[in-house]
T-cell receptor, first 112, second 116 residues
Framework: QKEVEQNSGPLSVPEGAIASLNCTYSDRGSQSFFWYRQYSGKSPELIMSIYSNGDKEDGRFTAQLNKASQYVSLLIRDSQPSDSATYLCAVTPPGGYNKLIFGAGTRLAVHP | SAVISQKPSRDICQRGTSLTIQCQVD?????MFWYRQQPGQSLTLIATANQGSEATYESGFVIDKFPISRPNLTFSTLTVSNMSPEDSSIYLC?????????????FGPGTRLTVL
């Protein structure tokens, strides 16, 4: 079992819709969770971090964490074509000394 | 967030040679990391660059192949030694900010390496 799993996609949504990206992780003791966006040919860009169960909102983005289910998600409201990118879920394992384990990424395509 | 630069941005190298990649940060940071992103793949941590001591390598990566230096809190280098075509990847440095347990990492622009 991979440590961090994501559906590779592509996830295709119409402009203005809500895009829902999901991630599961295997190590129950993981403490820190991050979502990065990566445009083709570019380096990953941090979107959100979340550390506690529940929702965390930042503009059009909402991260959701459920540690009991070992599940973290990212919702993008009012999706725009400029949101088309690969979204990477990253997790800090317990005792990980701040290192990150990345999922394979979900490719999002927002069409006009 | 810190401003991170990497040199070179890309290079094409012959097999058997070595390439040293530089990572420079505009402020002192505690944690620096080196990742590899192979074509079409996600990021894999190579090692944590420790200031004043040997780097901490992840499983599958060894110092002889990927020697790392970290002479101070703003600079690190990664060398890819005795390269083969399988080393063709994007190499990224990242820096960690904040306290332990809540560290957020920011990535440099990456170095795209092609080995012929």
């Amino acid at each position: 079992q991979k440590e961090v799993e994501q559906n590779s996609g592509p996830l295709s949504v119409p402009e203005g819709a809500i895009a829902s990206l999901n991630c599961t992780y295997s190590d129950r003791g993981s403490q820190s969770f991050f979502w990065y966006r990566q445009y083709s040919g570019k380096s990953p860009e941090l979107i959100m971090s979340i550390y506690s169960n529940g929702d965390k909102e930042d503009g059009r983005f909402t991260a959701q964490l459920n540690k009991a289910s070992q599940y973290v998600s990212l919702l993008i409201r009012d999706s725009q074509p400029s949101d088309s990118a690969t979204y990477l879920c990253a997790v800090t394992p317990p005792g990980g000394y701040n290192k990150l384990i990345f999922g394979a990424g979900t490719r999002l395509a927002v069409h006009p | 967030s810190a401003v991170i630069s990497q040199k070179p941005s890309r290079d094409i190298c012959q097999r058997g040679t070595s390439l040293t990649i530089q990572c420079q940060v505009d402020s002192q940071v505690t944690m620096m990391f080196w990742y590899r992103q192979q074509p079409g793949q996600s990021l894999t941590l190579i090692a944590t660059a420790n200031q004043g001591s040997e780097a901490t390598y992840e499983s599958g990566f060894v110092i002889d192949k990927f020697p790392i230096s970290r002479p101070n809190l703003t600079f690190s280098t990664l060398t890819v030694s005795n390269m083969s075509p399988e080393d063709s990847s994007i190499y990224l440095c990242s820096v960690g900010t904040g306290g332990s347990g809540t560290d957020t990492q920011y990535f440099g622009p990456g170095t795209r390496l092609t080995v012929l």
